[in-house]
């Protein structure tokens, strides 16, 4: 099967980067199986009708959200999103300038969570993935790559649940077209 390039946003290659790590596949193949999943959900949907995809979700299924229009430089603003409590922490560690394991973990997702909101403070800490590893292997020698995939998981648990509202907020103000100075 032959390959072929296409742009996509450097926020879905952020996100399928961090989730590959965690599924031991490339960044393409992470994509790759996105789109399996996305062809099979449209096909249902299809078939089904529902307007929403994630309508064939059960309830117990979906993920609490963010509200679009919070703030998400607050911390209360996404208390109720999975591993908020590892991200919160993260960021205090980070603006400690501690190198804990959470704020490594908040240093690698900084582009994800610069972009959704969450503002990851002081300057970025080169190399996070590497010293990450290192002090969990200090800690962990025998279970060092288990405990790194599960925070990586935990990391991307985050990013998905605060995106999803921002993709459904991006989406409306797209098909109202361009907003006037006297609407914004």
Sequence with gaps: MGSVLVRISEELVDFARTTAVTEFRSVSKQIEYWARIGRELDRRCRAAGPADPL???????????????????????????????LIAKGVRDKARGERTAEALLIELGRSGLDRMGVKVPGPPWPQAHDHLYGLLQERHPDTAHKQYVALVERLASFLAAVARPAEASRAVSRSRGPMSATEG
């Design 55 to 85: 309508s064939l979700l059960a309830p117990s299924e979906r993920l609490p959200s963010v509200d679009p229009a919070a703030n998400l430089s607050e911390p209360r603003a996404w208390t109720e999103l999975p591993e908020a409590d």
